[in-house]
């Protein structure tokens, strides 16, 4: 168990960057904002403020995460693909394996109790 808990924190570390995570939000707020129908304005007297401004007055870790999650552009490549439908045979069979697996675990909970 605390093997797979590391493999999980590790793939977490790895795998899970502000940078995916910014790609991930541009591209559904790309998708979103093509549904909407209003014009955007930016209002009167409105300022924009950059990332490295807001870092500057930061200090250690905070600094540091920052930094580290700037965005320099956005990414060319969507953040992911969404896997085909299930047929209902293959929905039926991953239904199936789910119910197994869960008799499984209560199987061995219970046999674990006595």
Not at 19 to 25: A, G, I, N, S, T
Not at 27 to 54: Q, T
């Amino acid at each position: 168990a605390q093997a797979i808990g590391e493999g999980g924190t590790n793939y977490i570390i790895d795998n899970l960057k502000m940078k995916f995570v910014y790609d991930y939000m541009f591209h559904l707020l790309n998708s979103y904002a093509k549904l909407l129908r209003f014009k955007p304005e930016i209002p009167k007297g409105a300022v924009e403020i950059c990332a490295e401004s807001m870092a500057c007055s930061l200090r250690g870790a905070r600094k540091n995460f920052m930094v580290e999650s700037m965005v320099l552009s956005p990414s060319d490549t969507p953040p992911c693909t969404m896997p085909p439908p299930y047929t209902i045979e293959s929905l039926q069979q991953f239904l199936q394996e789910k119910e197994n697996l869960i008799g499984q675990v209560k199987t061995r909970a219970m046999n674990k109790e006595l």
